[in-house]
């Protein structure tokens, strides 16, 4: 498949340049390949270099949003006459706790959506409300997007809540106290922590392969 | 000088002259703390003025350091538009639901009078407190949300980003709107007897929108403003990334920049030489939990990097001190700040980190 690597870089220059019209181009031009080489070839991959361009600093916040909705928008087309792209996948969901910034959830939510995934969105929520939800719901995968400190040591409290259920849940933690202090998501007593889309898109498929015990 | 003596004010003037005063000024950015030396909740502190004021001179008085510091929190300037602000017991108030519902919302915007904000108009109480007070001893700092970033409380961050994006014109409806209020703002305190202001502009970063965005947008809108505010200004990033603009930021006619500790600070020097005085860039987060010994090496390593020369006053990175710092960290700051800053830094030129 050579050809995807091309048309990855495409993408990432058209997500980069917010220029829709361009990534809807290029996603034509791949009418005949299977939706699931599309989606891991060329999407996932511009997106990823997106978020690691965000991380390193060669791209910006503005442009992780915009890429992840025009993704997401593009990945609904795809699949509308497809069953969903990965099988199985974990019961995923996503929470702002106790702050409320809520664009890196809907980053996360949407990279996610954009890379195929099925996500469960909580919102803006309280601690406790947060765990009997994941109770509910069956939850395997709890992404806690923070930015305020106080926040951030909130998930100590709801790990302590998460601990007593039967079925423990992995917790990866996102936002802005992990990026300045990066020993933080460990005394939160979380299970890992992404720094944004591009350390996020890597671990859920480590866990997915059951790969982070 | 008095009698060879520099008072905070002499200080910050001679390090944003970028020559070099009797030591390098250092900036507490406190605010929710004083409440914990009021002893009350964050909510009931901010509702008293004169209390306010009275916690920036205990704190001034312990920690030894060259500023007071006239900002509450940051919602209280979405209330004049309809917003209201959530209080926590041990963090910063939150801006509560966002009063611009939809972009049309913003066609029928006008321009609020900062001083129909009960809240704002206490702002405005504790800063003529202060200078009441302390004259021109110590630099008074009061703040400004910047109108490119407000928009973000004002809005939701999605809904801007979308707005910015996608729909220009009313983009600049809305920064017009609140260029007027920005400036209005600024100037009321100034006349309340803050000695600058801080615009805050954490949008305008390289961490949140790209350089070619920002010269299409947030420095338009700087410039715009800056030029109508009647006093000197610095630019603070609220730790977001800043080098890439760094010449940009100059073109402003601000004074200082607040930069992050994500980036290298002998660079950021090298890039401001002679154009900005820094501000920073003590990591605000990891200082909730260092030990005396690590403050110590922190503020250490700063002044190395850029102190020599003048130009550069410490600071948490953020612009505000997290409650969850300990007086004792805050206390090994200073103790820092005044045994590695004297001038000349000699020791500075063999520092290796």
């Known amino acids: ?171 990866i933690v996102g936002g802005a106290p992990f990026r300045f202090d990066r020993e933080l998501w460990k005394a939160v007593g979380a299970d890992a922590c992404a720094a944004g889309a591009a350390e996020l898109l890597p671990l859920i498929k480590r866990i997915t392969g059951g790969q982070l015990s | 000088m008095n009698g060879g003596e520099f008072t905070s004010l002499q200080r910050v003037l001679t390090t944003l002259d970028h020559r070099e005063p009797d030591r390098v000024p250092f900036f507490l950015l406190l605010t929710i703390t004083g409440a914990k030396f009021a002893e009350c909740s964050i909510e009931t502190y901010f509702s008293d003025a004169s209390q306010v004021a009275e916690m920036q001179l205990r704190m001034h008085e312990r920690y030894r350091h060259d500023c007071l510091y006239g900002f509450y929190y940051a919602s209280a300037e979405v209330e004049p538009f309809g917003g209201s602000t959530h209080f926590f017991s041990d963090g910063p108030p939150n801006a509560g639901p966002p009063p611009i519902h939809s972009p049309q919302h913003i066609d029928a915007l006008t321009t609020p009078d900062p001083e129909s904000s ?90 949140v929108i790209s350089r070619d965005h920002y010269l299409k947008t947030g420095l338009k809108v700087a410039k715009q403003t800056l030029s109508r505010i009647n006093g000197p200004t610095a630019t603070h990033l609220a730790s977001g990334n800043c080098l890439p603009i760094l010449e940009d930021i100059a073109t402003t006619g601000t004074a200082i920049v607040g930069v992050s500790v994500l980036e290298d600070l002998r660079e950021l020097k090298q890039s401001a030489k002679g154009k ?55 206390i090994a700051i200073s103790e820092a700040v005044h045994r590695w800053g004297e001038y000349p830094l000699a020791w500075a030129e063999r520092y290796e980190d």
């Open chain 2, 118 to 207: 009960p809240v704002l108009r206490r702002v405005l109480d504790t800063q003529r407190l202060l200078k009441s007070e302390v004259g021109d001893r110590i630099p008074i700092i009061g703040v400004v949300m910047s109108p490119f970033s407000i928009p973000v409380m004002q809005m939701g961050f999605e809904r801007y980003l979308n707005l910015m994006f996608e729909e220009p014109e009313r983009f600049w409806k809305l920064m017009a709107v609140n260029e007027a209020f920005c400036v209005n703002w600024a100037n009321a305190q100034l006349q309340a007897g803050a000695t600058a202001i801080c615009y805050f502009d954490p949008v305008s970063s390289t961490t």
């Open chain 1, 1 to 171: 498949m050579p050809h995807y690597k091309l048309q990855a870089s495409e993408m990432e220059q058209a997500l980069l340049a917010v220029d829709r019209v361009k990534a809807e181009k290029i996603l034509n031009t791949l009418s005949d390949e299977p939706v699931l080489d599309i989606v891991e070839h060329v999407i996932v991959p511009a997106m990823e270099s997106v978020g690691a361009g965000w991380e390193d600093g060669r791209a910006a916040l503005s442009q992780v949003y915009m890429s992840a909705r025009i993704c997401e928008r593009l990945v609904d087309r795809l699949t509308l006459f497809h069953e969903p792209l990965r099988q199985p996948q974990p019961k995923m969901a996503i929470a702002v706790l106790e702050d409320y910034h809520l664009l890196g959830k809907s980053i996360i939510h949407s990279v996610l959506r954009g890379a195929g995934y099925e996500v469960v969105d909580f919102g803006r929520i309280d601690a406790d409300a947060l765990a009997q939800k994941v109770k509910e719901e069956g939850i395997e995968v709890l992404l806690v997007s923070t930015l305020m400190l106080r926040a951030a040591q909130r998930v100590s409290y709801l790990q302590d809540l998460l601990g007593s259920q039967t079925s423990k849940v992995k917790v």
């Open chain 2, 276 to 330: 900005l005085s820094l501000l920073g860039n003590l990591n605000g987060i990891e200082m909730a939990r260092w030990t005396a010994a690590q403050a110590e090496a922190a503020v250490k390593k700063a002044i190395a990097e850029a102190g020599p020369g003048g130009g550069f006053i410490v600071a948490d990175n953020h612009g505000e001190i997290p409650w969850q710092v300990s007086d004792e960290v805050l």
